[in-house]
């Protein structure tokens, strides 16, 4: 899924204003997660990467901890739409 087209999906004022929204962010983390996961599967002793995935793992879960706190709706549409 591109950039621009998962902002046409969760955008709804101007795609600018959305770049920091929290959905934003996740997706971004997501991408981030499964090019690191594959790059593991073929180098399974890049330590720093793996610990690099570990970082980002927990801070995508430390956002959606936020989101659905803060609306649930929104956290359920995310997580259908990425596949979590």
Do not use: P
């Not at 899924?1 to 929290?22: P, R, T, W, Y």
């Not at 180098?43 to 649930?72: E, T």
């Amino acid at each position: 899924m591109a950039k621009n087209s998962f902002l046409s999906i969760i955008s709804q004022d101007e795609k600018d204003e959305n770049c920091g929204s929290v959905e934003f962010q996740v997706f971004r983390f997501s991408n981030k997660i499964r090019i690191l996961t594959s790059h593991l599967e073929l180098h399974k002793k890049d330590y720093s990467s793996r610990r690099g995935l570990r970082k980002i793992l927990g801070k995508r879960q430390r956002l959606l901890a936020y989101l659905s706190k803060k609306n649930k709706v929104r956290y359920k549409e995310l997580i259908s739409q990425l596949n979590i």
